[in-house]
């Protein structure tokens, strides 16, 4: 189910260069677990290449060298496993709030040896943000996870000054950018700016829109309850 299609062969070696092995073990890990365990469906097990490995890995041509990359909603690793394995001078975390997601990341993490380069929060973006020791990120990722205001708001708190928000969007992003637009600028980003990442390369290119974080707005404060609930890194 996982096999490389001949058709993508260049495309994948282009990607992920010499760790092409790495991200077929990656792929074969969400073809039979990631099924199993509900991270992936069924019917995506066919389509782990074209339609998530590659158009993760793509997304790196944002990213410059030696980045911190936080993923948010990380779920079975997408896109944030995938850039760690395309581009091992980035240091990633994976950010995702339900545990069997992130016992399935950790297997993961261990299976690859990723532990130099990837580690694993369980929480929230909002409890990242705020946790005694917050988590921040020269860029911070996420994909199908939200509408463009409501991930400006979990996201740009955790990008540095002059970090950004990258979120791969599908054929609703320029759509998405108008209508938020002014949330987004009253959330302290800029002006969102669409990008068609892997021309030339994937087809269709991987849609994303960036917003850097212009100016810092205060996270609004968590109840202690809330607070008491949220957010570890799973340290080995």
């Not at 850039?83 to 993490?109: C, G, M, Q, S």
């Amino acid at each position: 189910m996982a096999v490389l299609p001949s058709e993508l062969a260049e495309a994948a070696r282009r990607l992920f260069d010499g760790r092409l092995d790495l991200a077929a073990a990656y792929a074969e890990l969400l073809a039979t677990d990631g099924v199993v365990r509900g991270l992936i469906g069924p019917r995506e097990a066919p389509r782990i290449w074209d339609r998530h490995l590659l158009n993760c890995a793509a997304v790196g041509e944002l990213i410059p060298s030696g980045a911190t990359v936080l993923d948010v909603g990380s779920g079975a690793g997408l896109p944030g496993l995938v850039l760690a394995i395309a581009r091992p001078d980035l240091r990633v975390t994976l950010i995702e709030p339900l545990a069997r997601r992130t016992v399935f990341l950790d297997e993961v993490v261990d299976e690859l040896a990723l532990h130099d380069s990837v580690r694993v929060f369980h929480g929230r973006a909002e409890d990242a943000a705020t946790w005694p020791e917050p988590v921040r990120g020269d860029v911070v990722t996420a994909r199908a996870v939200a509408p463009l205001d409501r991930l400006a708001a979990w996201c740009l708190p955790l990008a540095t000054p002059g970090g950004r928000l990258l979120a791969l969007k599908g054929s609703s992003a320029a759509d998405e950018i108008v209508e938020h637009g002014a949330a987004v600028h009253r959330l302290g980003g800029g002006e969102p700016v669409l990008h068609r990442c892997g021309e030339g390369i994937v087809e269709p290119p991987t849609t994303v829109v960036e917003v850097v974080r212009e100016r810092i707005v205060a996270v609004p404060a968590k109840g202690s309850a809330k607070k008491s609930r949220g957010g570890r890194i799973r340290r080995r």
